[in-house]
């Protein structure tokens, strides 16, 4: 580390985020973005918190691979197509894209509606619930089953495997091993005989469309588990803490609150503004192929580097309210979902769960808040930010269960 990068504040070492991931992020992605563009820190790591730095990532795959970045531990597999860099990525999202397009979207909206709906009506005339627990965390993990064809009886096993190999994650501490393993291979050998049947047998399913695929487009096992595991990892829990935030936020905020209900074309703008504040996957790395210049600043090949996109996504240059909910500047953009050729597979779907559960919660719980003494708790260090829990009172709904 050079002097310049020595001088950096260590309140922007990734250990310190722990300072401000319990209840506001707003102070550590403001020093993040305070100690400058691009800067180093203990351990090598650079850090990238300028706007234009992290679209020169983005849109140069050559300079910064994605390859080696998430391992599969023990598995014989790679995580596809996330894992994989240009030209050999562009065949999966050839395949992939269209399964979740806009238009597939729409067509899977009454089922996913009916499953929020569903949830909700579960703690509806109680008159309280653990938003986290009882909707943000079971919601998308039964999409993912009905998606891919699975049983959504098993969303509760489901969620174990995810919940412990996203917070037991060897790169968080070595000692996490041994719990990451055992579920990882747990997840693996509950899949592969899915993956076995549904060639046999295929259905109207996501998983069935992947394994149909022939010549250039067939797969093997490794690679449909891959895709699988993937989508479990990357948009389980990262969908949990989003719709985790929206409901925080919400509760916090009456008035905006009210305003999107009587007007449903502010639904919209508020998932993104809040997606954009609160992006549940809020950094992420690339490694350097070959010796280059981040904002003027040179870094060596072999180096990592860090796209801080929550500091992008708070930039003062491109947002009026840069830490705070306007819902004027939505239309503006954020990088929540990543940019270039890896951006975001499942962002379509992502956004569809988050309007229905805000929908349907809207529906028959109007007026909440949260519970009088709750303290955020996020954990840290985890692959994702999300809320642990986040409890919730309402005057109980006429026909809710009890």
Not at 86 to 99: A, F, G, T, W
Request: some cysteine; proline content about 8%; charged content about 25%.
């Amino acid at each position: 580390m050079d002097d310049t990068s020595a001088e950096t504040p260590m309140a922007a070492s990734l250990a310190d985020l722990s300072m401000a991931t319990a209840e506001e992020r707003t102070a550590i992605w403001s020093l993040m973005a305070s100690a400058g563009p691009v800067f180093q820190i203990p351990g090598g790591m650079w850090m990238v918190t300028d706007p234009a730095g992290v679209q020169y990532i983005h849109r140069n795959p050559d300079l910064f691979s994605n390859v080696g970045i998430i391992g599969a531990g023990e598995l014989p597999i790679r995580y596809v197509p996330s894992g994989v860099d240009p030209p050999e990525h562009r065949r999966y999202r050839k395949i992939l894209d269209p399964m979740l397009a806009p238009r597939v979207v729409n067509a899977m909206e009454e089922e996913l509606r009916v499953q929020a709906r569903d949830l909700v009506s579960s703690f509806a005339g109680r008159g309280s619930c653990d938003a986290v627990k009882e909707l943000a965390v079971p919601y998308p993990t039964s999409v993912f089953l009905s998606v891919f064809g699975l049983p959504v009886d098993d969303r509760d096993r489901l969620v174990h495997w995810v919940e412990t190999m996203i917070e037991k994650s060897p790169q968080l501490k070595p000692e996490f091993a041994e719990e990451y393993t055992k579920a990882s291979w747990e997840l693996y050998d509950y899949l592969l005989p899915f993956v076995e049947a549904k060639r046999e047998n295929p259905g109207d399913d996501m998983l069935s469309a992947i394994i149909a695929g022939d010549g250039e487009d067939a797969m093997s096992n490794e690679e449909v588990l891959g895709i699988c595991i993937l989508f479990c990892l990357a948009g389980l829990d990262t969908v949990t803490g989003a719709v985790g935030f929206m409901l925080f936020y919400l509760a916090r905020n009456p008035e905006l609150r009210r305003r999107i209900i009587a007007d449903p074309s502010l639904v919209n703008p508020a998932i993104e503004e809040v997606l954009r504040l609160e992006p549940p996957a809020p950094m992420f790395p690339r490694i350097v192929t070959q010796d280059v210049e981040i904002c003027g600043v040179p870094i060596a090949a072999g180096d990592r580097v860090m796209m801080c996109l929550a500091a992008v996504n708070r930039s003062a240059e491109t947002y009026d309210e840069p830490n705070g909910i306007d819902l004027d500047q939505a239309d503006r953009g954020h990088v929540t979902f990543g940019g270039g050729v890896h951006r975001c597979l499942g962002s379509h779907l992502a956004r569809r769960e988050m309007r229905l559960v805000m929908e349907e919660f809207h529906k028959q719980i109007p007026e909440y808040e949260i519970a009088e003494g709750f303290e955020p708790e996020i954990m840290w260090p985890s692959g994702t930010l999300h809320l642990r829990s986040l409890p919730l009172v309402f005057p109980p709904a006429i026909g809710g269960d009890a």
